[in-house]
Antibody, heavy 118, light 112 residues
Framework: EVQLLQSGGGLVQPGGSLRLSCAASGFTFSNYAMTWVRQAPGKGLEWVSGISGDGGRTYYADSVKGRLTISRDNSKNTLFLQMNSLRADDTAVYYC???????????WGQGTLVTVSS | DIVMTQTPLSSPVTLGQPASISCRSSQSLVHTDGNTYLSWLHQRPGQPPRLLIYKISNRFSGVPDRFSGSGAGTDFTLKISRVEAEDVGVYYCMQATQFPLTFGGGTKVEIK
């Protein structure tokens, strides 16, 4: 069974840092691109970042460029999102998702809440 | 950025009756590779989204055949032929033809 298990969320002060992890199982991780999507409380979905299977290509939303960094460790089947210089408007549930191959994202991780507040 | 506009915002439906959701993009979603990367996702309260449809009309594995997608260019539709209780939640369209990927605002489906 394909599974994505997320960890690393929590409360952080404005300007602080956090690293999210997404541990994959049930498929050959390095063969698939991965993505991060977030959802602010009570709001819709916002794409954050994507990465190719080999990690050589990365993509970012303008709102996070230069502050959030996507990466992956294919030897450990794990996707990461390093979040620096966090702002209040970064508060959201962050989801990782597997790209099936045509930008069709499934499954999604369970989500992890990041709260940026003093 | 490509703006995705969904209508209606909310759709109260009777069990067993059909439902339809529209999604319009601010520019054509036809990619230079010839594909149209338009997906539909479903999110139940408190749950992560689940993929229903990809590339306009392809049902993802395990998705019931009461769900269908159609459209071309800038206009797309998700149809549920007979709504069941488990279909409640919010439906999102998403374009992946051009970065940044963008989502529609969502359509809430609820039972009358």
């Amino acid at each position: 069974e394909v599974q994505l298990l997320q960890s690393g969320g929590g409360l952080v002060q404005p300007g602080g840092s956090l690293r999210l992890s997404c541990a994959a199982s049930g498929f050959t991780f390095s063969n698939y691109a991965m993505t991060w999507v977030r959802q602010a409380p009570g709001k819709g979905l916002e794409w954050v970042s994507g990465i190719s299977g080999d990690g050589g290509r990365t993509y970012y939303a303008d709102s996070v460029k230069g502050r959030l960094t996507i990466s992956r460790d294919n030897s450990k089947n794990t996707l990461f999102l390093q979040m620096n210089s966090l702002r209040a408007d970064d508060t959201a549930v962050y989801y990782c998702a597997k790209d099936q191959g045509y930008y069709d994202f499934d499954p999604w991780g369970q989500g992890t809440l990041v709260t940026v507040s003093s | 950025d490509i703006v995705m506009t969904q209508t209606p915002l909310s759709s109260p439906v009777t069990l067993g009756q059909p439902a339809s959701i529209s999604c319009r993009s601010s520019q054509s979603l036809v990619h230079t590779d010839g594909n149209t990367y338009l997906s539909w996702l479903h999110q139940r309260p408190g749950q992560p989204p689940r993929l229903l449809i990809y590339k306009i009309s392809n049902r993802f594995s395990g998705v019931p055949d009461r769900f269908s997608g159609s459209g071309a260019g800038t206009d797309f539709t998700l149809k549920i032929s007979r709504v069941e209780a488990e279909d409640v939640g919010v439906y999102y369209c998403m374009q992946a033809t051009q970065f940044p990927l963008t989502f529609g605002g969502g359509t809430k489906v609820e039972i009358k």
